[in-house]
């Protein structure tokens, strides 16, 4: 994204100002201007930039699903027209919703005159802040999307339930119980995932923090008869070398790539009896079963406060969660940090 567009997106100072003010601007942007702001937002995000995105017009909303079960198919006895009435059961599909409903959420930031005058890029300072500021929010969006609890007293988290507590909540549990990560842990989760779900097994991932993935390389190094395979990766085009970066994919779990989210708390305290140190989690669910939900309405406010000699900036924006199948999204708690 170029300077130019990141400034017409992201920079504040015009937005809203009146006719012969320039101290005091507030106002929605643009729709073409919100989608590249949370585009923008995206590009520092993990999780978030591969879950499926709705990009709402209301603060609520509800998704159809539709499934139809399994074992639908029965055996077709040939002359046995009597069957037609008392042997056979029609199979209908089966209809429900995934409700999504977006919170409030606020950014708040200020810049000094004396900054803006000292400072080498002068003017064009106040449009870089505006930028940080922008790729902090997606952090922080993606932090509460994934370990947002209501019962937090974190003033951030505790704005809803993220993807985290939901899957505890309702989807397939596994407690590694104080183990460190390894193949057990993998091979675990893989076991708890119905089978249903395993005719697309090329597209399950495994999600977990760094220090877990850090973890799991280490180990890795340390067992002579399952060397990492860089080569055959690249070469089938599959996955990328382990750079360490984040949302990278690092070595195969039974197949399965595994990817490093950064903002997946590694600090927990276990559930466990004897518990010690810090833990994670391990996920292995589809990408698209992550639902972002985000109102398109972006609203900054500008303000310059006379007393202060500051421009205070205030930046309001909507989001929600939501998993769309929690039947197929396993989580692996208590997985100790080495």
Not at 121 to 142: F, P
Request: net charge negative; hydrophobic share 40%; with cysteine.
């Amino acid at each position: 994204m170029s300077n130019e567009l990141l400034q017409k997106v992201i920079d504040t100072t015009n937005l809203g100002t009146d006719a012969g003010a320039n101290t005091n601007g507030h106002g929605l942007l643009y729709p073409d201007q919100a989608n590249r702001f949370i585009d923008y937002m995206w590009d520092a995000t993990i999780l978030a930039k591969a879950a499926r995105t709705i990009r709402m017009r209301s603060n609520t909303t509800e998704i159809d699903k539709v499934s139809v079960g399994e074992r639908i198919m029965r055996v077709a006895s040939e002359n046995a027209p009597q069957n037609y009435v008392s042997g056979y059961t029609n199979t209908g599909a089966t209809f429900s919703k995934v409700s999504l409903t977006t919170t409030k959420l606020r950014l708040d930031w200020e810049l000094s005159s004396e900054a803006l005058e000292d400072n080498l890029e002068g003017g064009d300072l106040e449009d870089h802040i505006a930028r940080l500021m922008a790729t902090q929010a997606g952090n922080d969006v993606e932090d509460v999307l994934i370990n947002g609890d209501t019962a937090s007293g974190d003033s951030l988290l505790s704005a809803f339930d993220g993807f985290r507590k939901k899957a505890l909540a309702g989807g397939h549990v596994v407690d590694a119980a104080g183990d460190n990560i390894s193949g057990a842990v993998f091979n675990d989760a893989l076991k708890a995932m119905p089978r249903k779900y395993k005719q697309r097994r090329n597209q399950l991932r495994f999600f977990t923090g760094s220090n877990l993935v850090q973890d799991y390389l280490y180990a890795l190094t340390n067992v002579s008869s399952s060397p990492f395979d860089i080569a055959s990766g690249v070469i089938r085009g599959q996955v990328a070398g382990p750079d360490g970066s984040p949302g990278s994919v690092t070595p195969f779990a039974f197949g399965i790539p595994v990817v490093n989210v950064p903002l997946m708390d590694e600090t927990r305290a276990g559930t466990y009896s004897g518990t010690s140190g810090n833990h994670g989690d391990v996920h292995l669910t589809f990408p698209q079963n992550f639902i972002v939900g985000i109102k398109r309405d972006v609203t900054v406010y500008r303000l310059f406060q006379p007393k202060k000699d500051t421009i205070e900036y205030t930046l309001f924006i909507r989001v929600g969660c939501a998993v769309e199948n929690l039947d197929a999204h396993v989580v692996v708690k208590n997985v100790k940090v080495a």
